[in-house]
Every structure is written in structure tokens, then in C-alpha cells.
């Protein structure tokens, strides 16, 4: 069946430094990819999506590409903050199913 | 605001004891589900359905009931509870299940915890 695997945290930065997440997936057909944020002590919340190959999502200084030929969708941005802190899932869906997570990936940054 | 709302935010249950998570919406979404998060597990799908009287089974649904008699309400019942169950539970909902443009949207969660 359909997956994702993501890179196992905790990822621990400084303040200004670049930021990457990994992320792959397996999955018959052309799914759509998210990125979501949860903060801490809070639901999760829709980071950035890319619905077709080479697209790329972008929010909040965030940026993803969907690459089919990897099979990837990694989570990346130039120069983190404090605020950034809280633990990113990736996920995928497909028309018709439900939504599949990673196991999620921590980030700590500090000033 | 609109949005899903979740009740309790904090539960704690003894074993055997059986109690029903709240989740509202009132965004008109035909797809609701729910899924229990677990440290190093990411979040897993219980149950969901994709309209009013339509329920299916999810990854892990041992232990869990749900109903859906209106588009709104989609509460899940724990029949028994067990430690096992101590999760944090969220409850979200789309448009439909394969929602490739706006993402679900999900409620901030329950915590569980059974002793």
C-alpha cells in the first residue's frame, strides 16, 4: 500500500540556519503531498501542497518540490526561527482514500 | 469560527470505563475521520466516513465505534477502555477524502489517558 517515510528527528538548529526535512514516499498512481505543522499543544495545520510533478508548494518561508522521479517531497527553508519550532509531518492522498502520514520529525531551534 | 471542534480536550478513564470523543464541523464537509497520534507512530487512521450514514474502518479501528446521522457530528465511542488506548485523538474533515487542493482541516485533539 501507499507510504511515507520521513527523516527521524529530533532535528536541533540555531536561529538563522538552513532547514532540511526529508521525505518519500511509495505510492501506485499520481498522489497529491502535504506538509503539515503542529505546534505545540495544538491540531495540525496545512503547511504547503503540490498536486502534480514538479510542482512546488510554498507557505511561510517553507518551500517543497514534488520530484516524481525520486519520489520525494522534501521540506526545506533558508533560515530558521524559534517560532518554527513544532513537529512537521509529511502525508499523501489519493482521489478517493484518506490521508497517510510520516511518523513526523521534531524541530528544535534555538536563538 | 468555523472550523472542527473536538470535546473533551483532556480525558482520563479507567479501564473498562467506555466514554464518546465529540467532533463537530460546520463547514458542510461530506469527509470526516479520525486518527490517534502516538509517539513515533505519526498519526493513524481509526475510522471515517464519507457522508451522512456511511462509516469504514481505518488502519487500527479494534476498540473504537463511530456513527454519522448528520453531515456535522461524527463522535467516536471507546466501548472499553484499555491502556492501549492512551493516544492523543484528532478528529478532521475535508471535502472529500481525496482533498488535493485545500488539505483537511483538523480539530486541536484529545488527549487521553487510561489508568
Known amino acids: 500500500g501507499d507510504s511515507v517515510t520521513q527523516m527521524e528527528g529530533p532535528v536541533t538548529l540555531s536561529e538563522e540556519a538552513f532547514l532540511t526535512i526529508n521525505c518519500t514516499y511509495t505510492?501506485?498512481?499520481?498522489?497529491?503531498l502535504f506538509w503539515y505543522v503542529q505546534y505545540p499543544g495544538e491540531g495540525l495545520q496545512l503547511l504547503l501542497k503540490a498536486t502534480k510533478a514538479d510542482d512546488k508548494g510554498s507557505n511561510k518561508g517553507f518551500e517543497a518540490t514534488y520530484r516524481k522521479e525520486t519520489t520525494s517531497f522534501h521540506l526545506e527553508k533558508g533560515s530558521v526561527q524559534v517560532s518554527d519550532s513544532a513537529v512537521y509531518f509529511c502525508a499523501l492522498n489519493q482521489a478517493g482514500t484518506a490521508l497517510i502520514f510520516g511518523k513526523g520529525t521534531t524541530l528544535s531551534v534555538s536563538s | 469560527n468555523a472550523g472542527v471542534t473536538q470535546t473533551p480536550k483532556f480525558q482520563v478513564l479507567k479501564t473498562g470505563q467506555s466514554m464518546t470523543l465529540q467532533c463537530a464541523q460546520d463547514?458542510?464537509?461530506?469527509?470526516m475521520s479520525w486518527y490517534r497520534q502516538d509517539p513515533g507512530m505519526g498519526l493513524r487512521l481509526i475510522h471515517y466516513s464519507v457522508g451522512a450514514g456511511i462509516t469504514d474502518q481505518g488502519e487500527v479501528p479494534n476498540g473504537y465505534n463511530v456513527s454519522r446521522s448528520t453531515t456535522e457530528d461524527f463522535p467516536l465511542r471507546l466501548l472499553s477502555a484499555a491502556p492501549s488506548q492512551t493516544s492523543v485523538y484528532f478528529c478532521?474533515?475535508?471535502?472529500?477524502?481525496?482533498?488535493?487542493?485545500?488539505?483537511?482541516?483538523f480539530g486541536s485533539g484529545t488527549r487521553l489517558t487510561v489508568v
Open positions: 478532521a474533515s475535508s471535502r472529500s477524502p481525496g482533498e488535493g487542493v485545500r488539505g483537511y482541516t
Open positions: 463547514m458542510n464537509h461530506e469527509y
Open positions: 505510492a501506485t498512481g499520481y498522489p497529491s
